[in-house]
């Protein structure tokens, strides 16, 4: 990935749409998820550290660095890596070459234009500052212009994949508040200040 040139990360990126090609279902999600919380529990059982089969060392590296900007760490809950995002997003790029190029593509990209704005570095041997700098240009489609707009459709696709990533695990659930999946003895009705801000009422049942 490394020798990839921006023209070659723009024709990765722009080969599909960034959006469709990495598109997900639900239930793709949900086994990717299955699948990462098995590889980690093996990891663990045997001492060693979970090796990603898609990404190279350094893709993986500017994933995690990439999804924890985008989902850092705070007072309720850990940060994108903390709940295994970077490895979820691994186990998404099984066997689905259009998201593969995308992803690829896109990750090649993020590092051409660090390279030429920050003195030929790559994005995880950029500061904090300049990271956040080019992030800045590149999260919202409004700001989009004609050189940026294959970054910022790719950036797009890649946070929604962090967000599910966070949101499906057992981490994610938690920092939620889902209280779904418990018995509940006796059931009393909705609560009134939720009926009330919903317009509904229990009159006529």
Known sequence: MNNITRRTALK??????????????PAE????????????????RQGTPFKPKFFTAHEYATVAVL???IMPKDERSG?????????????MMTDVPARQTAMRGGLALIDRLCERRFNNKPFV??????????????????????QTRHAVAFFSSFRDLTASGFWT??????DLGYQ??????????????????????????
Do not use: H
Not at 14 to 23: D, Q, T, W
Not at 29 to 44: F, L, P, S, V
């Open 12 to 25: 990765l990126v722009g080969s599909a749409p960034v959006a469709a090609a990495m598109a997900w279902t």
């Open 169 to 174: 695990t057992k981490m994610g659930i938690e």
């Open 125 to 146: 041997n950029c500061t904090d500052a300049e990271r956040r700098q080019l992030l800045d240009d590149i999260a919202f489609p409004a700001k989009a212009t004609p």
């Open 29 to 44: 999600a949900e086994q990717a998820n299955a699948r990462m919380q098995q590889a980690q529990r093996t990891a663990a």
């Open 67 to 69: 999804a924890d900007l």
């Open 180 to 205: 779904g999946n418990e018995f509940v003895q006796e059931w009393e009705g909705c609560p009134e200040a939720a009926l009330k801000k919903l317009g509904v009422s229990y009159e006529g049942d």
């Open 79 to 91: 940060s994108a890596t903390d709940a295994g995002v970077p490895a979820f997003m691994d186990f």
